[in-house]
Each structure stands twice: as structure tokens, then as C-alpha cells.
């Protein structure tokens, strides 16, 4: 069992950067594979970016690649998604999501999610 606990998000300025971090509580964290995934009013929750238990292996969303960056701690059990040259359409609730296999981008797979953490970018 993970439990998740986001936090980092706010209101930002397009154009501007902010750093949301994901706590998990357990001694296994360092097997499992972290996600980020969002969720905008009336749209579907969608994948964001990945990270491997170990950090060698990450994968981005096309729409963020370039502008986010996923990492993790492992003696923090903490993973983060550094996000720059955010965009209005960046606004949504972002999940931290935790699969307990080494790497996978399947949703799936994720089987524990933290709360959420609201990211607004205005234009």
C-alpha cells in the first residue's frame, strides 16, 4: 500500500514555472514506477509524464516534452515534475500516481493516486 500526498500547484502566469512534488509514505517506494497524469474541467484525465523506479527511464507527453521534467528522490520517497513556459492550456488538477512494477506507461497500472494538486496558468 502507497499512500500519495501532492503538492506545489497554484496560480501562475503563462510563461512562468512552478514545481510540484508527490510524498509517498513506505519503504517500498523505490519499486514502484511514479506518474504524473492531469485532469481539466470536462476533459479526461490524461498522461503527463513517467519515471522508472530506479530514474533511468522517463517518458513525457508531446505536449509537455521539452517544458517539464520528471525526477524522484528515492531516500526522499518523494517524486517531482518541474514545470516551465507553462501555458494556459497547462491548467488542470495534477495527480501523483504510483504502479508497483519497475516501468510502465499503461494507466492501468497505476493503482494508487494521490488527491490532486490545482495548477492554474493564466494568459
Known amino acids: 500500500q502507497v499512500q500519495l500526498v501532492e503538492s506545489g500547484g497554484g496560480l501562475v502566469q503563462a510563461g512562468g514555472s512552478l514545481r510540484l512534488s508527490c510524498a509517498a509514505s513506505g519503504r517500498t517506494f523505490s519499486t514502484y514506477c511514479m506518474g504524473w497524469f492531469r485532469q481539466a474541467p470536462g476533459k479526461e484525465r490524461e498522461f503527463v509524464s513517467a519515471?522508472?523506479?530506479?530514474?533511468?527511464?522517463?517518458d513525457y507527453a508531446d505536449s509537455v516534452k521539452g517544458r517539464f521534467t520528471i525526477s524522484r528522490d528515492n531516500a526522499k520517497n518523494t517524486v517531482y515534475l518541474q514545470m516551465n513556459s507553462l501555458k494556459p492550456e497547462d491548467t488542470a488538477v495534477y495527480y501523483c500516481?504510483?504502479?508497483?512494477?519497475?516501468?510502465?506507461?499503461?494507466?492501468?497500472?497505476?493503482?494508487?493516486w494521490g488527491q490532486g494538486t490545482q495548477v492554474t496558468v493564466s494568459s
Open positions: 519515471i522508472s523506479w530506479r530514474g533511468v527511464s522517463t
Open positions: 500516481a504510483a504502479a508497483p512494477r519497475p516501468w510502465t506507461l499503461a494507466p492501468t497500472e497505476y493503482k494508487y
